[in-house]
C-alpha cells in the first residue's frame, strides 16, 4: 500500500514538474518574443526616415501614434509573460523540496499573492484598454483622413493614461486577495465586506471585458461602414484613381488588428470570468476553496494558462502591421 502511495505521489510530482517546465518556457519565449517586438516598434516609432514617400508625412503622427499603442500593448504582455513564468518556475522548484514549499506560506506569502494579482489585473485590464484605444484610433483616422495633428507628447501620454485605470482596478483587487492560514496556502479572496468585493468585481469585469469590448465592437463597425459609405459616393460621383482608394487608407493594419484583438479577449475572458466566480461564491457562500479537483479551480488554471496566447502570437502580428504601415 506504502509503495502505491509513493508511486502515485512520484506521478503527481512529475506531472507537476512537467507542467512547469512546459509553460514556464511558453512564457520565457513570450517574454523574449515580446521584448524584441518593443525595441522594433520604437525604432520605427522613433525613426522618420522609415517613411518613404513625403506624402506619407502627412499621416505621419497617425502610425506613430498607433506605434506607441501597440509599444503599450507589447509591455502589457511582458508583464503578463514574466508572472506566469516567474510563478511556473517557482512550482517546478518547488516540486523537487516537497509539498509543503509549493504554496506561499503565510505572511511573506499575502504580499506574494497581492503583488501577483496586482501585475495579472494590471497586464490584463491595460491590454483591454488600449485595444480599445486603437479601434478608436483606426475610427479616427478613416474619419479624419486629412486631419491628422497628433504630437508625440500626446502620444506619449496616451500611453501612460492607459495604465491609470488599470492600476485603480488592479489595487482594488489586490486589497480583497490573500493568503489563507494555515497551510494549505492559497491566494483567495480573504478580506473586505461583500460590498465592496461586489464593486471590485464589477468594476474590474467593466473595464476589462464590458467597456472595451463595447467600443471595440462600434469602433471597427463603425470603420467598415465610413470606408464603405465613402467608397459608394466616390462611385456615385464617377471619382476614380487615387482619389477612389482614399476611403481605404490603412485597411491593412485592421484585420491584423481585429485579430489580435480576437486572441486577446479570447484568451484574457475566461480568466476574467473565474474571478468574477471566486466573488459571486465569497458572496454568497463565504467561501471559495479552490480545491485541485474542483471545476472552478480546474477552470481558474486553464483560463490563467490560457492567457499566455497573445503574448506569443502577437508578435508576429506586429511584423506584418508594420510592413502595412509602411507600404
Not at 501585475?119 to 486631419?147: G, P, W
Request: include cysteine.
Amino acid at each position: 500500500m506504502d509503495q502505491i502511495n509513493a508511486t502515485a505521489t512520484k506521478d503527481l510530482y512529475f506531472k507537476q514538474a512537467l507542467k512547469g517546465i512546459i509553460f514556464s518556457t511558453l512564457g520565457l519565449c513570450g517574454l523574449i518574443f515580446n521584448i524584441i517586438a518593443v525595441w522594433t516598434l520604437i525604432l520605427h516609432a522613433t525613426r522618420k526616415s522609415s517613411i518613404p514617400h513625403l506624402i506619407a508625412l502627412k499621416d505621419f503622427e497617425s502610425k506613430i501614434t498607433l506605434l506607441y499603442l501597440l509599444i503599450n500593448l507589447s509591455i502589457s504582455d511582458i508583464l503578463n509573460c514574466f508572472i506566469l513564468t516567474a510563478n511556473y518556475i517557482y512550482q517546478t522548484i518547488s516540486v523537487f523540496h516537497g509539498p509543503k514549499s509549493i504554496s506561499y506560506s503565510s505572511p511573506s506569502g499575502n504580499i506574494i499573492c497581492k503583488i501577483r494579482l496586482f501585475c495579472i489585473s494590471l497586464a490584463i485590464t491595460s491590454s483591454a484598454i488600449t485595444l480599445a484605444l486603437i479601434s478608436l484610433q483606426r475610427f479616427h483616422e478613416v474619419i479624419h483622413l486629412l486631419n491628422e495633428s497628433k504630437t508625440r507628447k500626446r502620444n506619449i501620454l496616451i500611453a501612460v493614461a492607459t495604465w491609470l485605470i488599470p492600476m485603480i482596478t488592479s489595487t482594488l483587487l489586490a486589497v480583497i486577495y490573500g493568503v489563507t492560514d494555515p497551510f494549505p496556502y492559497y491566494c483567495i479572496i480573504n478580506t473586505g465586506s461583500n460590498f465592496f468585493i461586489a464593486i471590485t468585481s464589477i468594476a474590474f469585469m467593466c473595464f476589462t471585458v464590458v467597456i472595451p469590448f463595447t467600443v471595440i465592437t462600434i469602433s471597427y463597425t463603425g470603420n467598415y461602414i465610413v470606408r464603405y459609405t465613402m467608397t459608394r459616393s466616390m462611385q456615385l460621383n464617377n471619382i476614380k484613381g487615387k482619389h477612389s482608394k482614399l476611403a481605404w487608407k490603412g485597411k491593412d493594419t485592421v484585420l491584423p488588428l481585429i485579430i489580435i484583438t480576437f486572441l486577446t479577449f479570447a484568451s484574457f475572458t475566461p480568466l476574467v470570468i473565474s474571478f468574477m466566480l471566486s466573488s459571486l461564491s465569497k458572496i454568497f457562500h463565504n467561501e471559495f476553496n479552490k480545491n485541485p479537483k474542483s471545476d472552478l479551480w480546474k477552470f481558474f488554471q486553464i483560463s490563467r494558462i490560457l492567457t499566455i496566447i497573445p503574448g506569443i502570437i502577437n508578435p508576429f502580428i506586429y511584423r506584418i502591421i508594420i510592413k502595412a504601415l509602411h507600404q
